[in-house]
Each structure stands twice: as structure tokens, then as C-alpha cells.
């Protein structure tokens, strides 16, 4: 058992890998690099906004708010090919594992690698931001200058960012038979409501992740010499995010377990020339 497993999500992470849609995401995880080379090339420099003010909103609303959602949107549809179109028929036969339990090994699978595109555009992020700057231009907010802990912080939080939106999107493509256009607004609301008021960003998925990097990072809040309203842009406080994505994850997989289980396992129908 473990080992049909263990082959299927090794499986399934080269397929992520080989995925045409993979140089795509590369794009698009490179999008917050080029904002801080941007930055770094303008006249007036990192002069437009604060230092922290423009790190942290970058990675909030540009990749976790924009750019994640986007690539998991992309893949959430590989997760659930058809069990022929994927290679797992062999699985559901020879091997005799359940259609949930293929569709799970493939999701975590899914998570893994898009976790690791995440912290890789993280990482780069950093190093465009700050690579040959000034001490004393980063000092300007953050208490030990360097903002390396919350780069990190980000890279901790990558699976739990990709799990998030993922199990959304799985839901989504799962339950409705529009899934492209529920999964378009699913996207254009997470977008817009960050210029929402705080009541009702409290209703995005983008708003309890930042909740809960707050919950597992503390340091974040406490690595800054800033005014709790400026924080609060960020690194909102009050209920525990973490619990709320929790509980997301695991009813967006049982009803995603639950109805590949009732699907008809046929690969697609082949027109004629």
C-alpha cells in the first residue's frame, strides 16, 4: 500500500514538473521580481513607499493575493484529469487504491512542488530587493535592518498558502460543471476585496493566510518599529487563521474525495476525423 503510494506521488510530482503550464507559472512567480528590480531602477528608488511597505505588500498582495492564486487556479484542473489522461489507471487496478485516496496522494503531491515554485520565487524576491542595498535604507522600519526572518517566514508558510487556494480550486472544479467561470470569480473577488474595508476582507482566503503567519511567525509583528494600524495592513490580528484554513482544507478534500468517488471513471471521448 505504502508503496503505490509513495510511487504515485513521485509520479505525480514529475507530472507537475513536465506541465506545459510550468513555464507559465515561472512567469508569473518571477512578476514580484520584477516589481522590486522595478523599484530598484526608478529615479526616486525604494523613496516612493517605506522599505517594509513595499517588501511585505509585494509578497501579501502581489504573489500570495495575486500570482499564487492564478497558479493554483492553473493546476487545480491536472489534479483531477481523468484517471487515463493522468497515468493512474494502473493504480486504481493493479494496486487497488481507492479514487479519493489517488486523488489526495495527487493533491499533496500538487502542493509539494507548487510549494517549492513559491519559496524559489520568495527567495528571488529577497535577493532582487535587497541584494547590494544600503543597511540603512532597509533599517527603516525593520528592527535587525536585513528582513531575512520574514523571507523565511514566507518560505514556512508555502505549503500552507498552496494547500489553501488549491483545495479551493479542487472543490470548485469538482462540484460545478462551470468550473472555469466559478473559479474566475472565485479569483476576481480574493483580488478585489483587498481594497475592501477589514470587515470584508475578513471573508477571504488571502486574509486568514495572513492571519496565520501571524499565528505561526510572531515575530513578525514584533520585528518592526511601526504603528499597529500600519501592521495591520500586513499582518492583521484577531482569530486564529490558522484554524479557519484548517478546517477549508479538510471540507474542501472530503467533498472533493466524495465526489471523485461517485464519478464515472472513463477517460475522454475521442472525436473522429
Known sequence: MMTAISSLFWFSVKQVINDRKLFLSFFLLAIPSGIAVLFRVLPRGYGYFPPWQLYHVTLQYVLIGGVALLVCMLYAPSVLNTEAESGTLIHLFTRRLKRSSVLVVRFIAAVFALSILFSLS??????????????????TGWKDGQPWKDTLAY????PLICSAFLAVFLA???????AMIASGVFLLWEISAAYLPASARVYTV???????????NEHLVESFHLRARDLEICFPQGANGLFALSILIIVSLVIGGLCASTREMVPKRVTKD
Open 172 to 178: 470548485i472544479n469538482l462540484v460545478t460543471s462551470r
Open 206 to 216: 488571502s486574509h486568514q493566510l495572513r492571519r496565520a503567519m501571524v499565528c505561526l
Open 122 to 139: 520568495v527567495i528571488a524576491f529577497h535577493l532582487c530587493y535587497t541584494w547590494g542595498v544600503d543597511q540603512t535604507v532597509l533599517g
Open 155 to 158: 518560505v514556512y508558510c508555502s
